[in-house]
């Protein structure tokens, strides 16, 4: 049997009057990739933000590994395996590269955040820092301060150090957002193989279609809060409700 590594069960959020989360159940298995679309306003990011622990739930649960993590903040949610990228952390703009990588791995290590003396101690979490940053083609960058970055190496850098953190559930919020067309292929590769550990779920935000329909295994549908559509892809790409109301013209171009 496929093992569910996470799972909200009637996750539900409301602010004041308005339900931004309706009560949606969705169990995602150890080795899928599940693209999370909708309208603008269909509550995709406050989903993902119940999720990971930004946004505290009115109601149902979120399990994690068979854990209940509802009521846990999002560091906890973190060290139990709940990665979340571009939101997950903070870069350090006054550290370079490689410091920034490094101090994530120690931590995901538990060997503590003496950052400042661990250069020359600590041989081993600069070479898997700096395998990371050859795999996000920042290697040349190492050295280089995050402040001086653009944006679409910033963003790299947060999915090398989400990568460092070696998750059970990797999240991506429009990982290519912002991201020029030689930047992007390089971010989709690096999903592509973490979605190729069967030990690990990812899923994915995203309104590029052609992203969706080259990376994942299914697609849930939310709208007005409330899931709307669950499948494969092509299943509820083809449903002319999801077409019509979720979608719009978009699907006309895949």
């Known amino acids: 049997m496929t093992q569910i590594l996470l799972e909200t069960d009637a996750l539900t959020v409301r602010f004041g009057g308005h339900v931004a989360v309706d009560a949606v159940t969705c169990r995602f298995p150890a080795g899928e990739l599940t693209a999370i679309v909708g309208p603008n306003g269909a509550g995709k990011t406050t989903y993902f933000n119940l999720i990971s622990g930004q946004i505290a739930a009115t109601a149902g649960k979120v399990i994690l590994n ?22 997950l952390t903070n870069l350090f703009p006054g550290l370079s590269v490689l410091e920034n990588l490094r101090l994530v791995i120690q931590s995901r ?9 661990m250069a020359d101690s600590h041989s081993e979490l ?31 850098l947060e999915v090398a150090m989400l990568i460092g953190l070696d998750p059970l559930v990797y999240m991506f919020d429009e990982p290519t957002a912002g991201m020029s067309v030689d930047e992007a292929p390089v971010i989709l590769d690096l999903i592509a193989e973490i979605k190729a550990n069967t030990s690990r779920t990812v899923l994915l935000v ?21 899931l709307a ?7 509820v790409m083809a449903s002319s409700v999801v077409q019509e109301a979720y979608m719009g013209k978009e699907l006309d171009h895949v």
């Open 66 to 87: 068979g854990q209940d993590i509802t009521r846990l903040g999002v560091a906890e949610r973190c060290r139990r395996g709940l990665g979340r990228a571009f939101q």
């Open 109 to 117: 290590k538990h060997q503590g955040f003496g950052l400042f003396s």
């Open 126 to 156: 600069t070479a898997e820092a700096s395998g990371i940053l050859e795999r996000v083609r920042l290697d040349t960058q190492k050295d280089q301060l995050v402040s001086e970055l653009s944006h679409g190496d910033q963003r790299k």
């Open 206 to 226: 995203e309104h590029k279609l052609d992203v969706i329909r080259t990376l994942a295994d299914r697609i849930i549908v939310l709208h007005n809060g409330a």
């Open 229 to 235: 559509a669950d499948g494969p892809p092509a299943e």
